[in-house]
């Protein structure tokens, strides 16, 4: 099993950033793919960004030029740096993190973005 911790949550004014960080721990062998997914009230969880091992990264349309992932493999952290964040960015976000065709998900950090 794997563990992810998330941080980093919290309560911001449209336009300011947030920085949200994911441990993993537990029976670590060879994580693939990191990623950040959210939910607002009402809607799906959807893909916000994802990085591979080799730190190719994917964005969500929405967050393109805005949001910014990173990973460190020597530590199994992934981050997700947002800036210029909207009222729409308001959800709670989940990390995720893809081993050996198991997928493991954090217990969710709330973001609220005011206007």
């Known amino acids: 099993q794997v563990q992810l911790v998330e941080s980093g949550g919290g309560l911001v004014q449209a336009g300011g950033s947030l920085r949200l960080s994911c441990a993993a721990s537990?029976?670590?062998?060879?994580?693939?793919?990191m990623g950040w997914y959210r939910q607002a009230p009402g809607k799906d969880r959807e893909l916000v960004a994802a990085?591979?091992?080799?730190?190719?990264?994917i964005y969500a349309d929405s967050v393109k030029g805005r949001f910014t992932i990173s990973r460190d493999n020597a530590k199994n952290t992934v981050s997700l740096q947002m800036n210029s964040l909207k009222p729409e960015d308001t959800a709670v976000y989940y990390c995720n993190v893809g081993q050996r065709g198991s997928n493991y998900w954090g217990q969710g950090t709330q973001v609220t973005v005011s206007s």
């Open positions: 990085i591979t091992s080799g730190g190719s990264p």
């Open positions: 537990g029976s670590i062998f060879s994580i693939n793919v």
